[in-house]
Nanobody, 120 residues
Framework: QVRLVESGGGLVQPGGSLTLSCSAS????????TGWYRQAPGKQRELVAT???????KYQDSVRGRFTASRDNAKKTLFLQMNSLKPEDTAVYYC??????????????WGQGTLVTVSS
């Protein structure tokens, strides 16, 4: 079983920065794709950024240039550096990891979510 644990959310003023972390543990052979998603109140969950094992990154248009997603493969940890935060970035942020476990079975794991509130 693969488990993801997030940390780093909180309250920040507009224009401020936060870094989210997501640590993966369990029976993991390889993590191929990692992602960050968010869900604002009353809205559907949306993709924020993805990072593939080979380093390819994709970002939602509204965060490109402000957010940076990265991963430390050795430590099985994901990061989302968020700069120039705006009130519309307020949401619960979820990390996601897709890969193979030690039995070569596909997994698709989610973190528990961490709340980011951007407000003065």
């Amino acid at each position: 079983q693969v488990r993801l644990v997030e940390s780093g959310g909180g309250l920040v003023q507009p224009g401020g920065s936060l870094t989210l972390s997501c640590s993966a543990s369990g029976s993991i052979r390889i993590i191929t794709t990692t992602g960050w998603y968010r869900q604002a109140p009353g809205k559907q969950r949306e993709l924020v950024a993805t990072v593939h094992l080979v380093g390819i990154k994709k970002y939602q248009d509204s965060v490109r240039g402000r957010f940076t997603a990265s991963r430390d493969n050795a430590k099985k940890t994901l990061f989302l550096q968020m700069n120039s935060l705006k009130p519309e970035d307020t949401a619960v942020y979820y990390c996601n990891a897709v890969g193979l476990d030690n039995d070569s079975t596909d997994f698709n794991a989610w973190g528990q979510g961490t709340l980011v509130t951007v407000s003065s």
